[in-house]
Nanobody, 122 residues
């Protein structure tokens, strides 16, 4: 049983786009601030983006600003990560996570999805 389920990953060429989804099971996502993370082989997990549950405010890592957009659809109980202008260095397993009301860190998050693989390659 997983409280969060990511989907939408796959293989895409550089410059392409993907939209990742983070769906909740058993709870309402509109009560939680959701963070997106990624981990590439041999590298530490890093924060990518976050969307606040109260006001919809968003945060982005410098490496993805202007290319990625996080949003939520409360009716669908889903948070999305739209990824545009993808680069090979974006290749990683992407996770969504939450620790409640504030943007989570890799250490503070209490709920994680199983991850979805994103591969950017020509």
């Amino acid at each position: 049983q997983v409280p969060l389920v990511e989907s939408g990953g796959g293989l895409v060429q550089p410059g392409g786009s993907l939209r990742l989804s983070c769906a909740a099971s058993g709870f309402r996502l509109d009560y939680y601030t959701i963070g997106w993370f990624r981990q590439a082989p041999g590298k530490e997990r890093e924060a990518v983006s976050c969307i606040n549950y109260r006001d919809g405010g968003t945060e982005y890592a410098d490496s993805v600003k202007g290319r990625f957009t996080v949003s939520r659809d409360n009716a669908a109980n889903t948070v999305y990560l739209q990824m545009n202008s993808l680069r090979p260095e974006d290749t990683a397993v992407y996770y969504c996570a939450t620790d409640g009301g504030e943007c989570p860190t890799t250490h503070s998050a209490g709920y994680w999805g199983q991850g979805t693989q994103v591969t950017v390659s020509s």
